[in-house]
């Protein structure tokens, strides 16, 4: 299953500078980690913003649940999910074409 996650981290502005360091590198540990295993599929940074947009793929809403709440910065995240099914334009274009072109 694929879902769009839009992640808005916000950390103290009092955090000291080395845990603020500490958490960023431990992010992009587990996010690495994420990749390589399939799951975290696509990220970005909404334009003008110091947010995150994800496709992740999950086997179970459980899976999802724990996969989020292991990354560092969760403590400081608010989240919204939005599961995504395939879209009928996506299912013509297959049939007629082929695979989608990748991104
Ligand atoms: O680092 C962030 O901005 C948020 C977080 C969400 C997924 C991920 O890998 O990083």
Redesign the pocket.
Known sequence: MLFLIH?E?TVPADTPTELKEQL?QG?HA??FE?IEAGK?RR?WRPVGT???C?IWEADSLEELHAAVRS?P?YPY?KLSVTPLVEHPVAVAWKKEHGPMPAF
Request: proline fraction near 0%; charge should be neutral; glycine fraction near 0%.
């Open positions: 992640f981290v960023r992010e587990r996010a994420f975290l990220i110091a947010d995150t994800c990354l910065l995240m």
